[in-house]
């Protein structure tokens, strides 16, 4: 059967960790074993019931010859993000590499910052269909526009509170290394200065993890910065309708394809 690969961001991790969870139609699901995968892994593993793999490198994944679409998934360094240009070649190397592969790709990323913009143009040499979260006839812009629901809703909320700070799952798991100048290339004292007119941190909670967990997660974060925090429902609706689009692809490719 099909393979999908998955490419995404540390942020993410835990959004396609219930993906892969809840979806009795992947089977097999094959993760890169790195310093990036560890948290998906552990996500994944008391919930995928043997059906979960790890490599340590892509030439060493085989498909498993099922009747189940399989997923092999990849997670990309957070710090990435910071450099725009680094973040599209990285990507793009990745893609290719994956594509050798799977049969369609799955992209975990929106336009951020601008990295992926044209992607059609960007990934036109990948050679596998590419798939990427979509918002009405645009990429979604980031993690928070892709889990709030789309940019009109992002940017209300923005005209709401001008200064405010958005905290998906993944952000209130991983804020401190925004503070990493490796990985955030923020300091604290930049930060201060940057968030001077901020006055409140939104939490967009989600069903992978509840606003309690979040705002125990983020209370250093609030306190450090003088915050208050609000909270929103947030949705997995427009990465799971791009997951089953990328789903009803593969198998309307192996329907037209001649099988000997």
């Not at 990507?91 to 992607?119: F, I, R």
């Amino acid at each position: 059967m099909a393979v999908l690969g998955v490419l995404t961001c540390e942020i993410l991790e835990l959004e396609f960790g219930h993906l892969l969870s809840m979806d009795g139609d992947v089977g097999r699901v094959t993760v890169l074993e790195d310093g990036q995968s560890a948290r998906l892994l552990s996500r994944l593993d008391s919930q995928r019931d043997g059906h979960l793999r790890r490599v340590s490198r892509l030439d060493e994944f085989t498909p498993d010859g099922g009747s189940q679409t399989e997923a092999l998934v990849r997670v990309l360094e957070l710090g990435l993000h910071i450099w725009p240009k680094k973040l599209r070649e990285a990507l793009v190397e990745a893609a290719q590499e994956m594509s050798q592969y799977a049969d369609a790709l799955l992209l975990g990323y929106g336009l951020c910052g601008n990295a992926l913009e044209a992607p059609e143009k960007l990934l036109s040499d990948i050679g596998v269909p590419v798939f990427i979260p979509m918002d009405e006839d645009h990429p979604v812009d980031d993690c928070v526009g892709l889990l709030i629901g789309g940019r009109e809703r992002y940017y209300a909320e923005q005209r709401k509170v001008a200064g405010t700070f958005f905290i998906t799952p993944g952000w209130s798991s991983h804020w401190q290394r925004l503070f990493d100048l490796q990985t955030g290339g923020v300091s604290i004292e930049m930060a201060k200065r940057m968030f001077e007119n901020y006055e409140r941190t939104l939490v967009i909670s989600s069903p992978v993890m509840s606003e309690e967990e979040m705002r125990q997660g983020i209370r250093e974060f609030v306190e450090m910065f003088g915050f208050r925090i609000e909270a929103c429902e947030g949705t997995m609706d427009i990465l799971g309708r791009t997951w089953q689009g990328a789903k009803d692809s593969l198998q309307r490719q192996q329907r037209e394809t001649p099988h000997e």
